[in-house]
């Protein structure tokens, strides 16, 4: 009976198939930021997508917080190397923020307060895979971890989700944001180790 379920579960180190390689899991919430929290009061705050015809879709707070939003449970993975499982966010998902706006697009470039910026592929923003989250365990989002807002794309490495979000401008090309321009990976697929440029 024991030899049996040693098995099947003693030898699984924790996370099992849900730690991606090289990845180990974090029980805090570890603050990663590459300058100051910037301070962005509600009152002030916009959210602007442009297109890559000059095309503005903006939201003021109240608006934003308007939108229909989602519950979210996610796995997230940082670059470098703790992993979290099970985290519970509040936020609008990007096909609802995208939806009426005329793009062809490829890439797009996270802008952010406090001039951090990440490129994606404006792909993997579609499809019920990325939000803009502003609660985080229930509570609003802490200022450290992004608040007001923050991107949350959490199939790949968290720097791109990019905290303080301020917009998304659509790109035809592809160009490198803060840390692709520093050598990190231009996809960074947590799975796949695409931890820095030629990974
Ligand atoms: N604006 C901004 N967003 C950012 C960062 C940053 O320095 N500035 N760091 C990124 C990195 S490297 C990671 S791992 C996550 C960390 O988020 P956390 O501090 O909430 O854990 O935010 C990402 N988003
Ligand atoms: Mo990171």
């Known amino acids: 009976m024991n ?3 040693r098995g099947f579960s003693g030898r699984r180190r924790p996370g099992g198939d849900r730690l991606p390689p090289g990845q180990y899991l ?20 916009e ?10 879709r903006r939201w003021n707070w109240q608006e934003f ?7 979210i449970t996610t796995d997230i993975h940082c ?9 519970h966010w509040r936020g609008v998902c990007l096909d609802t923020l995208l939806d009426g706006i005329a793009t062809d697009a490829g890439y ?11 490129n ?16 985080y365990e229930g509570q609003p989002l802490p200022p450290e971890h992004g608040g007001p807002a923050r991107l949350l794309v959490p199939h790949l490495y968290f720097w791109k ?32 180790e695409q931890r820095y440029q030629g990974d």
């Open 47 to 56: 959210f602007t997508i442009t297109t890559e015809a000059g095309q503005a």
């Open 79 to 87: 670059v470098t190397k703790w992993s979290k499982l099970g985290t």
């Open 26 to 45: 974090e029980s805090g919430f570890p603050v990663l930021s590459a300058g100051p929290t910037p301070p962005v009061r509600t009152s002030d705050w």
């Open 108 to 118: 797009v470039m996270a802008r952010c307060y406090g001039g951090y910026s990440t």
């Open 65 to 71: 917080t308007s939108l229909p939003a989602e519950q």
């Open 161 to 192: 989700s990019a905290k303080w979000v301020t917009g998304l401008e659509l790109m035809d090309r592809d160009r490198h944001g803060f840390w692709e321009e520093l050598g990190y990976h231009d996809y960074g697929d947590p799975w796949r």
């Open 3 to 5: 030899v049996i379920s």
């Open 120 to 135: 994606l592929p404006l792909p993997d923003l579609r499809g019920g895979r990325a939000w803009v989250a502003y609660e």
